[in-house]
């Protein structure tokens, strides 16, 4: 059965998988904030940006297939209701590529950051807040971000399972939604059960402090290409 490929780490000898990943969630925290203000003209900027970057990178997007479905689904809804809400067609592209760049750069930070990267690169900044634990914060998170493509993946199990069953999802609509979404749910639970068994086995401590991912050089300067975006975004307005 064929794992799902979204959300996933893929090991890769790109600058951005060299990248400290503190400093790409930093980035993520500015362009997405960004975008909130933007214009057209401006988002038009940062999407080809980070289209670039994902063809740089090689990004497999042509091979997610049936998992951008959902995405796609969520971006017309955008334009639908923005568009009913009396908004002009500009705007109405415009949340809509707002939307669809966010999702890509999403998809650049998890196809290029391992986890357990992203969490011993933030636990040293968590730890410098007040009464946080930064390293058992970092591990919480560190789990959660290893749940994410799990979702994807139970979910293309099911929907492959079902296929394979020649079920008609069109004859049952209703009924079709509430079994698939318990199998999703039931499959879900028994993957994180299992996880947290093998993590009591092998006596997990969320608190143990790791060896942290160093910066380098070039993380200050892919943070200043993206310093350098925001200011252009802002100057096209």
């Known amino acids: 059965m064929a ?27 500015l362009l997405c904030s960004t975008l909130v203000k933007t214009s057209i003209l401006g988002t038009l900027l940062i999407l080809i940006s980070v289209i670039l970057i994902m063809i740089i ?14 995405f796609i689904v969520i971006s017309s809804f955008i334009g639908l209701t923005s568009h009913i809400s009396g908004n002009t067609i500009t705007s109405t592209i415009n949340s809509i590529l707002k939307f669809d760049t966010a999702i890509l750069m999403s998809f650049l930070l998890a ?17 410098h807040i007040p009464f946080i ?12 971000l290893m749940c994410i493509p799990m979702i994807f993946d139970v979910s293309q199990s099911i929907s492959e399972a079902r296929t394979a069953r020649l079920e008609n999802t069109l004859k049952h609509p ?16 028994y993957r994180i059960d299992e996880i947290a068994f093998a993590l009591d086995s092998r006596g997990y401590n969320p608190t143990i402090e790791r060896q942290t991912v160093k910066y380098k050089f070039t993380d200050f300067v892919f943070l200043l290409c993206v310093v350098i975006l925001i200011g252009a975004t802002f100057y096209v307005r």
């Open 174 to 189: 209703i009924r079709f939604i509430i079994n698939y979404s318990v199998n999703l749910m039931d499959n879900l639970l």
């Open 3 to 29: 794992q799902a490929l979204i959300f996933h780490f893929r090991d890769s000898n790109t600058f951005l998988n060299h990248t400290n990943p503190f400093i790409k969630l930093l980035a993520l925290l």
């Open 111 to 127: 196809d290029s950051s391992d986890p357990s990267d992203i969490a011993r690169s933030l636990a040293k900044v968590l730890n």
């Open 57 to 70: 990178t090689k990004l497999p997007i042509v091979k997610y297939g049936k998992e951008l479905i959902f």
């Open 133 to 144: 634990n930064g390293w058992k914060l970092a591990s919480q998170i560190e789990l959660t």
